[in-house]
């Protein structure tokens, strides 16, 4: 199965874009935990500023903007993406409220202390846990919170294959305890920090993805890029089915110090 092994930093972007724009989230999350996460959060006002990192589509920020008062600027690499993104907050009527930007995770164009919150549900991982939490830190103000989900080791010891994918995929995949560890080396408090329930990748990321397949490989008939894309997909699913109980997200809330 020479094909599933290629890691997903691979393939072509555009394929991956094209993709990911056919699907509500373009990672593992629920409404439910958006709002858990931000149950946590406290002081926020009309004249707060949330940043939303990686927020793709905008999924999770129209969940945020719903459910919290403030500001909120999304941002992410692909600009199809943001379009998107700022055409699903105007039809909600969200607009002024809510804004899209291009930019990229490594390179913010924003001052120090100009948030009250940064989220980021499922793309920390493009920059690395440890160095997006200390990069980031000094666009918070004093007192304002990071709420991040990331790849996490449920537990101490898992079988081989699903290992071997991790250690391919995504290396700072590691288990809660030491995330929390990195969260308060990197300047903050831990203030909250839970699991991501089964329905979040399976009916809200999975799933959805099964009928989008087929469209995507008839429209994409002989390109062998599309089918290894395709195949990776469903070889990650299928692991996490089958491991599901070794690893997940965990959403990590803390406080800048
Ligand atoms: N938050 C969304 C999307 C998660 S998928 C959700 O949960 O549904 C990861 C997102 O990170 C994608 O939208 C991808 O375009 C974005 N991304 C990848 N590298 C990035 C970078 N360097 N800077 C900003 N966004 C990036």
Known sequence: ??????????????????????????????????????SFIEGLSKNSSILDIGCGTGGQTIIVAQNAPGKIIGVDLFPAFVEKFNENAKVLGLQERVEGVVGSMD???????????IW??????NIGFQRGLMEWRRFLKKGGYIAATEASWFTEERPEEIEKF???????????????????????????????PENCWIDNFYVPQTAL?????????????????????????????????YYGYAFYIGRKI
């Open 1 to 38: 199965m020479e094909n599933n092994n290629k890691s997903i930093h691979e393939f072509d972007l555009n394929l991956i874009c094209e993709y990911f724009l056919g699907l509500k989230r373009q990672g593992p999350g629920s409404p439910e935990v958006t709002v858990k996460a931000l």
């Open 120 to 125: 980021c549900e499922g793309a920390i991982y």
């Open 166 to 196: 991790w250690k391919d995929a995504y290396p700072g995949i590691d288990t809660i305890a030491n995330k929390v560890n990195q969260m308060q080396k990197a300047g903050y408090v831990p203030v909250a920090v839970f699991t991501l």
């Open 213 to 245: 397949q087929e469209d995507f490989l008839k429209k994409h008939s002989g390109n062998q890029a599309a089918e290894r894309f395709v195949a990776y997909q469903r070889y990650e699913a299928e692991l996490y089915y089958k491991y599901k109980k």
């Open 107 to 117: 390179d913010l164009p924003f001052n120090d202390e100009e948030f009250d919150v």
